[in-house]
């Protein structure tokens, strides 16, 4: 990594961190944060340039159409059927589909990125818009618990029925649809999906292990994650060929499990000695 990369990306990865902890974060300009570390050409400008395209989506919708359902249907018809978004088998094979400067671009993302247009579109239009994290399969929802209207961004915008959404949870899970899944989605967890998401396309491809580790770094630095991620932190880093370092963060989560799990440190601990040997 070039020395002016390596500044870009920290100063990238600093501003990350303050959105995390913000009072209030910002989906869309963590998202663009995620983005620009994936992508080098996306730069501030082009950050700039997709809240500007999301501001226009909100100034192509009707005012006020009313209720739940009517958003639902407002939002289906601008950004499902005369702008085209959607997404396809495919798109689960692209790292563009979980960056959501191409995903504006393009049109075509996963259904997790598709809604954040759908939330940040309707949400600067004044509408009752939140995301919900149904097991395997992300949806919109817009009103109020007792009246909640789904909406799946990924099928153009199509307005779920009860049956709808208890098929997606079946499909993704084989276990009935629990109320609890239908709640508001907080915009951390929506970013610690997505990168899941990165984390996930990337442990497939061995070629692209810069992927999981910026992935990885960048879920670590909010507020809020599984502490395993030090684990496959240190593991990526041994993988990579930085033994030393990976058998640092391997002593240093052992010691974290060890006041839990003695055995599990111990092996732990044996992984950081056989990946100091490896530079002998």
Same mark, same amino acid.
């Not at 996930?200 to 992935?215: I, K």
């Not at 055995?263 to 601990?269: K, S, T």
């Given at each position: 990594? /070039?020395?002016?990369?390596?500044? =870009?990306?920290? =100063?990238?990865? =600093?501003? *990350?961190?303050?959105?995390?902890?913000a009072?209030?974060?910002?989906?869309?300009?963590?998202?663009?944060?995620?983005?620009?570390?994936?992508?080098?050409?996306?730069?501030?400008?082009?950050?700039?340039? #997709?809240?500007?395209?999301?501001?226009?989506?909100?100034?192509?919708?009707? +005012?006020?159409?009313?209720?739940?359902?009517?958003?639902?249907?407002? @939002?289906?018809?601008?950004?499902?059927?005369?702008?085209? *978004?959607?997404?396809?088998?495919?798109?689960?094979?692209?790292?563009?589909? /979980?960056?959501?400067?191409?995903?504006?671009?393009?049109?075509?993302?996963?259904? %997790?990125l598709? /809604?954040?247009?759908?939330?940040?579109?309707?949400?600067?239009a004044?509408?009752?818009?939140?995301? #919900?994290?149904?097991?395997?399969?992300?949806? #919109?929802? +817009?009103?109020?618990?007792?009246?909640?209207?789904?909406?799946?961004?990924?099928d153009?915008?199509?307005?779920?029925?009860?049956?709808?959404?208890?098929?997606?949870?079946a499909?993704?899970?084989?276990?009935?649809?629990?109320?609890s899944?239908?709640?508001?989605?907080?915009? @951390?967890?929506?970013? &610690?999906?997505?990168?899941?998401?990165?984390?996930?396309?990337?442990?497939?491809?061995?070629?692209?292990?810069?992927?999981? &580790?910026?992935?990885?770094?960048?879920?670590?630095?909010?507020?809020s994650?599984?502490? =395993?991620?030090?684990?496959?932190?240190?593991?990526?880093?041994?993988?990579?060929?930085? *033994?030393?370092?990976?058998?640092?963060? &391997?002593?240093?989560?052992?010691?974290?499990?060890?006041v839990?799990?003695?055995?599990?440190?111990?092996? %732990?601990?044996?992984?950081?000695?056989?990946?100091?040997?490896? &530079?002998?």
């Open positions: 990594m /070039s020395p002016h990369m390596s500044h =870009r990306s920290e =100063r990238l990865r =600093r501003r *990350f961190a303050e959105e995390a902890r009072e209030r974060p910002d989906l869309s300009q963590l998202c663009l944060l995620v983005a620009a570390v994936a992508d080098s050409s996306l730069d501030e400008a082009g950050m700039d340039a #997709v809240q500007m395209d999301l501001d226009r989506l909100a100034g192509r919708l009707p +005012f006020r159409p009313g209720g739940p359902r009517d958003w639902a249907a407002a @939002l289906a018809e601008l950004l499902g059927t005369r702008c085209g *978004f959607h997404g396809t088998a495919g798109d689960y094979q692209r790292l563009e589909s /979980s960056l959501l400067h191409e995903v504006v671009r393009r049109g075509r993302g996963l259904p %997790i598709l /809604s954040v247009v759908w939330i940040e579109v309707a949400r600067r004044g509408a009752p818009v939140y995301g #919900v994290a149904l097991p395997g399969h992300f949806v #919109v929802g +817009f009103g109020p618990t007792r009246d909640q209207v789904l909406a799946d961004p990924f153009g915008g199509r307005v779920l029925t009860g049956e709808d959404a208890e098929l997606l949870v499909g993704a899970t084989g276990a009935p649809l629990d109320e899944m239908l709640r508001p989605a907080d915009p @951390l967890d929506v970013v &610690l999906r997505i990168l899941n998401n990165i984390r996930a396309w990337a442990a497939t491809r061995p070629e692209r292990a810069d992927v999981a &580790l910026w992935a990885v770094d960048l879920s670590l630095l909010l507020p994650h599984p502490a =395993r991620l030090r684990y496959e932190r240190a593991q990526l880093l041994v993988n990579s060929g930085d *033994f030393l370092t990976g058998a640092l963060e &391997l002593d240093a989560y052992a010691e974290l499990v060890g839990v799990d003695e055995g599990a440190a111990e092996r %732990i601990h044996g992984q950081a000695r056989a990946a100091r040997a490896m &530079l002998n």
